[in-house]
């Protein structure tokens, strides 16, 4: 069975940094095409970042230069390491696979709050 | 940026009754590869978001037939034959053919 946990949301400050994982299951990341999107409460989807299976990472304006996408293959693991965080960034952050159809984001996880502060 | 607006933001819709939402695109959809990677999302309240329809018309397994996605280019449609109380949420359409990856603003079908 296919699965995606999410974990390391918290409540931290503006200026902190965090370390996000989604731990994958049924499915071996570093094949897919895998995302991290975040949303904002009470708000929208907004796309954070992705990482190919050859290892090519992109990422959102709004987050690039701050953020870094990578995944652990020994642990079939995706990480999203947030530094200098901005109130902004306050979002349910969630992963997400291509998994089976190569043309869409078919599996996605839970997601973890994260709450920037002063 | 490619933009993409839904519409309506809401819906209001009887049960049994038909919906249907609209997903325009700033900018064709057609990928390097000829494949148009718009995609349709259903978020239920306090759930994270499920695919339905990628690729413009594929069902993902698992979703029922009343879902049907259509469309070409920069125009594209969702439509749920008949609305059952299970579809209540907000759906969104993404595309991935070009980055940033982009999703629509959403829109929040309800029963009436």
């Known amino acids: 069975e296919v699965q995606l946990v999410e974990s390391g949301g918290g409540s931290i400050q503006i200026g902190e940094s965090l370390r996000l994982s989604c731990a994958a299951s049924g499915f071996t990341v570093s094949d897919k095409y895998m995302i991290w999107v975040r949303q904002a409460p009470g708000k929208g989807l907004e796309w954070v970042s992705v990482?190919?299976?050859?290892?090519?990472?992109l990422y959102a304006d709004s987050v690039r230069g701050r953020f870094t996408i990578s995944r652990d293959n020994s642990k079939n693991t995706l990480f999203l390491e947030m530094n200098r965080l901005r109130a902004e960034d306050t979002a349910v952050y969630l992963c997400?696979?291509?998994?089976?159809?190569?043309?869409?984001?078919?599996?996605w996880g839970q997601g973890t709050l994260v709450t920037v502060s002063s | 940026e490619i933009v993409l607006t839904q519409t309506p933001l809401s819906s209001p819709v009887t049960l049994g009754q038909p919906a249907s939402i609209s997903c325009r695109s700033s900018q064709s959809l057609v990928g390097s590869d000829g494949n148009t990677y718009l995609s349709w999302l259903q978020q239920r309240p306090g759930q994270p978001p499920r695919l339905l329809i990628y690729?413009?018309?594929s069902r993902f397994s698992g979703v029922p037939d009343r879902f049907t996605g259509s469309g070409a280019g920069t125009d594209f449609t969702l439509k749920i034959t008949r609305v059952e109380a299970e579809d209540v949420g907000v759906y969104y359409c993404?595309?991935?053919?070009?980055?940033?990856?982009?999703f629509g603003q959403g829109t929040k079908l309800e029963i009436k």
């Open positions: 990482i190919y299976g050859g290892g090519i990472t």
């Open positions: 993404m595309q991935f053919s070009q980055i940033p990856y982009t």
């Open positions: 997400a696979g291509s998994v089976e159809t190569r043309g869409g984001f078919d599996y």
């Open positions: 690729k413009i018309s």
